[in-house]
């Protein structure tokens, strides 16, 4: 079974920064693996979205949206994936979920992140 706890959601003023963090456990680490890591996120009334990936070997992707904004890195040793965010604008507004990719797909439980004007 996989777990994924994500933290550093919260409100912030537009042009201010957040860093999220999603780590992941359970016992499959011990064989497997994490391939893929991921942030999606998901506004009011609006389909989920990719945000930014990044490979095993580090390779990023990212939304045109975010490009210049947002840095995704990760922790193998740990687990863990992050999303550095600055200058945040309103419209980045959205419950922003990990996803990891190990001998399937994991989804956390998302956070808030929530930009005011």
């Known amino acids: 079974q996989v777990r994924l706890v994500e933290s550093g959601g919260g409100l912030v003023q537009a042009g201010g920064s957040l860093r999220l963090s999603c780590a992941a456990s359970?016992?499959?680490?011990?064989?497997?693996?994490?391939?893929?890591m991921g942030w999606y996120r998901q506004a009011p009334g609006k389909q989920r979205e990719l945000v930014a990936s990044?490979?095993?070997?580090?390779?990023?992707n990212y939304a045109d949206s975010v490009k210049d904004r947002f840095t995704i890195s990760r922790d193998n040793a740990k687990n863990t994936v992050y999303l550095q965010m600055n200058n945040l604008q309103t419209e980045d507004t959205a419950v922003y979920y990990c996803?990891?990719?190990?001998?399937?797909?994991?989804w956390g439980q998302g956070t808030q992140v929530t930009v005011s004007s």
């Open positions: 359970g016992i499959i680490f011990r064989i497997f693996s994490i391939n893929a």
């Open positions: 996803n990891i990719q190990v001998r399937g797909s994991y």
């Open positions: 990044i490979t095993s070997g580090g390779s990023t």
